[in-house]
């Protein structure tokens, strides 16, 4: 069974960075397009960040463009979320998400979730003074 398992969340202070890593050792990442999804309490998912096969480049959420990058190790098998100058609005749980490699990054970064594959279980993130 394919697991995506998120790492490197935690506490940290506005203004702060952290770097996320997704590990997917079960995929082919060529195969899938790659996205971080995020939920903070009593909100809805939203998608933050994507990777498409399409065009081998990131595409982002207008409230994470220019703080949040994302990236791959396809050898690793990992998908990372760097996030830097985050805020208090930034705390939430992520996960990390498979796609078909034809899904375009527009749908799970307006939070659209049907065509994913797999999930991981999440990381939580709390940005805080």
């Known amino acids: 069974q394919v697991q995506l398992v998120e790492s490197g969340g935690g506490l940290v202070q506005p203004g702060g960075s952290l770097r996320l890593s997704c590990a997917a050792p079960g995929l082919t990442l060529d195969d899938y397009t790659i996205a971080w999804f995020r939920q903070a309490p009593g909100k809805e998912r939203e998608g933050g960040a994507c990777?498409?096969?399409?065009?081998?480049?990131?595409d982002y959420a207008d409230s994470v463009k220019g703080r949040f990058t994302i990236s791959r190790d396809n050898a690793k098998k990992a998908v990372y979320l760097q996030m830097n100058r985050l805020t208090p609005e930034d705390t939430a749980t992520y996960s990390c998400?498979?796609?078909?490699?034809?899904?375009?990054?527009?749908?799970?970064?307006?939070?659209?979730?049907?065509?994913?594959?797999?999930w991981g279980q999440g990381t939580q993130v709390t940005v805080s003074s």
């Open positions: 998400a498979a796609g078909p490699s034809w899904l375009f990054c527009w749908r799970p970064l307006t939070g659209d979730t049907g065509d994913i594959n797999y």
């Open positions: 990777f498409s096969q399409r065009d081998d480049l990131g």
